[in-house]
């Protein structure tokens, strides 16, 4: 099975978005931390 340029092009958008999305909760899960440690008073 041969895979043709759009499936080449759907597969790596899909990619694309998976790591957009793991690094938008990276993102949250940092600023979540900053919070935490900031009403601790660290």
Not at 6 to 32: C, F, P, Q, Y
């Amino acid at each position: 099975m041969e895979l043709t340029d759009a499936d080449l092009g759907s597969a790596s958008r899909g990619n694309i978005a998976a790591e957009k999305r793991v690094i938008e909760t990276h993102k949250l899960n940092i600023m979540n931390k900053n919070q935490m440690a900031g009403h601790s008073g660290v």
